[in-house]
């Protein structure tokens, strides 16, 4: 980028006044985007005040609007729902109930507010925001301010954060909240399914979502259900029977248990609701299964928040503070909201109008409609369970004689089993022959491949590691042994999952082209580790769950110091050279400090962190903790920080040093893992056919450009398929790292939460965009 940064330290917040409230239901994550929001608002010298109770304290007024301090966050990063309180409010629906919170928000000079909720609760203070003059000059009349304070807070600002578990608003990709309600959908799940397979019984399980199908079709996704009733997209007539028979067909190729999922808002075509009992009796009655009902209910809203609902609602909040100190009075109010992997802010009404399209679509029985208006992130994800769940009759499938060989390189990583499963699937329904390889391109070499089908993958989604086996070993010593096996089964193209081995071995592949015109195929890395090290991709297959391992284990030991009073932890976290999971995990676990590779510390800021944390133990937090990335440097080991700190702290705090190890690798696959892995999965498979179409001449695959060999990865916004030479240029690779790291960006935002002075660049942020309507085609290319 050649524009000049923008640093924020010229936003100043003095004089300011933010109030901050969350309103409507409850969402996981409501209490980091408050931290946030406080924390920043103090850091730009703007006083923060609690409105407590949703609109309902606004109206009330008194003790329900407080000012806050620094202290008043700590501690609420971890725990679900919002400890500010929401509650449904009458009484601000009506022009009296606006007034009094005018007069009550004026009373403390409060022009900016800051809304956490879904889209009533936001379209309640657009229109609050409205009237605000008028409310003023009423209030004036009324002798109850004077005309100097209609004159002084003239005008309201107003910022939005979407809190919601159903991720039923438009124009954002994850609303707060939904993150964690998958983690606790999963979770229910995995349990039910062992209990399932020993019965073999079939279960209907009703999630959350009674105009959005968003919760359940993400779920019925990434945990490989057999059926999914969602209202944007009702069932053909007759569905009953299609049901019944993809149900038996599955019980005939000895599935041992059927799950179907329904969201609370199912629907027919022609708009009867479809409930998990009308389900169940149906099941019973026609096959006789042995079926069991379970509703999820609150379950759902409960429990922490997952990592990814965090840094997200931590990254909103510090947006949202830097655009009500940008706001003017002709900007209109907006929602600070997530784009890919970018924060973007969009006029509030635009995104309110268009959800509010959606149901009227659905009402009308306009259900394509509908589907394309939820955005392409929803489009995508309903087209690709559609073509993971329904295998057509092989008298359908169309016949291309390509083999397509799929492997695992380097260590495993939690997802990788979604992306085999995908691709097996996708390139089944597109035609080919699909091959596994056991054990990488070791067992590549002595001819550990076979033929793999549609069942055997069954069930694969929610397993962690890897079960075709993974290997580091890198392909340049067994080149000829692969040449041959490619010749031998007749391999037409590679698909190869991995990290930063996987990328390098399709670059020694590219460059043995000369030598072995076998590697003269369509080659596609999927990029999975924990690490996130991988060049030309913003994120990896399997750090959302590493992370998620690091965060919980983060939680667990701040509350064993909290017990025990002036204590710091030292935790040292995975990556290799990259700072991705330390940093990333600082922010989410609301760490003290995090030191990485890339961003080099010496003696003087180790001296600045402690004397930091001696100065925060005179407050009420008496505890500290720091993560330390495994590679950080060779000198300052996790021991010698740990005795530096140990002997600095002497009297005022003691130390605690952990090391996570191979715990981050392993587990069940995080929603956000499982469904990143079957979508990006699917979506290299048909670039593959595709790529096999145009390089098949005179009976045979021939493809030797640079653009055969790419990497499918994640840029800001879309997916991109980029060749691996043309990624060098981009690599460090003695320390295994991209040479340019998004993630280094939101490094400012972990130590501004944890008090530290900092300069942000905010050139990405501040523009307002509008609602994009995306053409149907759109969703077939760039979206995630």
Not at 30 to 42: L, T
Not at 69 to 93: D, H, M, N, P, Y
Not at 369 to 381: I, P, Q, S
Request: proline residues 3%.
């Amino acid at each position: 980028m050649d524009h000049q940064p923008k640093f924020f330290e010229n936003l100043s917040g003095t004089g300011k006044a933010i109030g901050v409230l969350t309103s409507g239901g409850d969402a996981q994550g409501m209490n980091a985007a408050v931290r946030a929001v406080v924390r920043m608002g103090i850091y730009v010298k703007a006083k923060v005040y609690f409105v407590y109770e949703g609109y309902q304290g606004m109206v009330d007024g008194g003790d329900n609007i407080v000012e806050v301090s620094w202290e008043s966050v700590s501690s609420i990063l971890q725990v679900g729902g919002t400890v500010i309180g929401s509650a449904r409010c009458k009484a601000f629906r009506t022009r009296e109930g606006r007034l009094q919170a005018a007069y009550n928000l004026v009373q403390r000079g409060i022009t900016n507010l800051c809304v956490i909720g879904g889209d009533g609760s936001l379209t309640g203070a657009n229109l609050f925001r409205e009237e605000w003059s008028g409310l003023l000059e009423e209030l004036a009349q009324k002798g109850k301010i004077d005309e100097e304070a209609v004159k002084k807070y003239a005008y309201l600002n107003i910022v939005g954060m979407v809190g919601s578990i159903d991720n039923d608003f438009c124009g954002t990709d994850m609303t707060i909240g939904t993150d964690s309600a998958l983690h606790r959908i999963i979770e229910v799940v995995d349990a039910i399914m062992t209990t399932a397979q020993s019965h073999q019984r079939t279960f209907v399980l009703e999630v959350m979502g009674r105009h959005c199908g968003y919760l359940a079709l993400v779920s019925a996704l990434a945990c490989g259900a057999d059926w999914v009733f969602i209202p944007e997209y009702p069932p053909e007539e007759g569905w009953e029977d299609s049901m019944c028979v993809k149900l038996s067909e599955n019980r005939a190729r000895k599935k041992r248990l059927n799950i179907i999922i329904v969201a609370e808002g199912a629907i027919d075509c022609h708009n009867k609701p479809i409930t998990s009992e009308k389900v169940k009796d149906l099941v019973v009655q026609r096959l006789g299964f042995d079926t069991r009902v379970t509703i999820l209910g609150h379950v759902q809203r409960g429990g922490t928040p997952s990592a990814f609902d965090r840094i997200l609602a931590s990254r909103m909040g510090v947006e949202a503070v830097l655009a009500l100190l940008e706001a003017t009075p002709d900007t209109p109010a907006c929602v600070v909201s997530l784009s890919g992997n970018q924060a973007v802010r969009l006029p509030l009404m635009e995104c309110v109008q268009m959800t509010q399209e959606v149901q009227k679509a659905m009402d009308e029985g306009r259900f394509v409609e509908a589907v394309r208006l939820r955005g392409r992130n929803f489009e995508n994800n309903l087209n690709t369970y559609k073509l993971l769940s329904h295998k057509k009759p092989d008298a359908e499938l169309p016949k291309t004689n390509f083999n397509v060989a799929v492997l695992n390189v380097g260590a495993p990583a939690a997802g990788m089993n979604a992306a085999v499963r995908a691709a097996v699937r996708v390139g089944i329904t597109e035609g080919h022959k699909m091959f596994a390889v056991i054990d990488g391109f070791e067992g590549f070499a002595r001819g550990k491949i076979k033929e793999i089908s549609w069942g055997d993958v069954g069930g694969w989604t929610g397993q962690g590691g890897s079960i075709l086996g993974t290997k580091r070993t890198l392909p340049a010593k067994y080149l000829e042994k692969i040449a041959d096996q490619m010749r031998t089964n007749n391999i037409n193209a590679l698909m190869v999952i991995g990290g930063f081995e996987a990328y390098e071995s399709c670059l020694q592949l590219h460059e043995a082209r000369s030598r072995f015109e076998e590697f003269c195929v369509p080659i596609c890395v999927l990029p999975a580790t924990i690490s996130n090290n991988v060049p030309g991709t913003d994120f990896s297959i399997g750090a959302d769950t590493a992370l998620n391992a690091i965060v919980e284990t983060c939680d667990r030991i701040k509350q064993s110091a909290s017990g025990t009073k002036r204590r710091v932890f030292i935790i040292e976290t995975m990556g290799g050279y990259c700072g991705y999971l330390a940093n990333m995990g600082a922010l989410a676990a609301g760490a003290d400090a995090a030191y990485i590779f890339e961003e080099q510390f010496d003696i003087r800021e180790l001296q600045a962190n402690v004397e930091h944390l001696t100065e925060k133990m005179k407050t009420s937090i008496q505890r500290g903790l720091v993560l330390r990335n495994e590679n950080s440097n060779e000198n300052y080991t996790t021991d010698f920080i740990y005795q530096l700190y140990s002997e600095e702290g002497k009297g005022v705090f003691d130390c605690r040093k952990n090391v996570l190890g191979h715990m981050q690798q392993g587990g069940a696959p995080s929603p956000f893992d499982r469904n990143f892995g079957t979508k990006i999965s699917a979506k290299a498979m048909q670039w593959i056919s595709k790529k096999l179409k145009e390089t098949y001449r005179k009976g045979k695959v021939f493809a030797n450009t640079d653009d055969s060999v790419c990497l499918l990865g994640i840029r800001r916004r879309n997916l991109v398929f980029q060749p691996v030479a043309e990624l060098k240029n981009e690599t460090d690779f003695i320390h295994r790292i991209p040479k340019e790291q998004w993630w280094l960006k939101l490094r400012p935002l972990m130590k501004i939460l944890a008090k530290y002075k900092t300069s942000y660049d905010v050139s990405d942020s501040g523009q307002l965009e509008h609602v994009a309507r995306h053409s149907p085609k759109e969703a077939e290319t760039g979206a995630i």
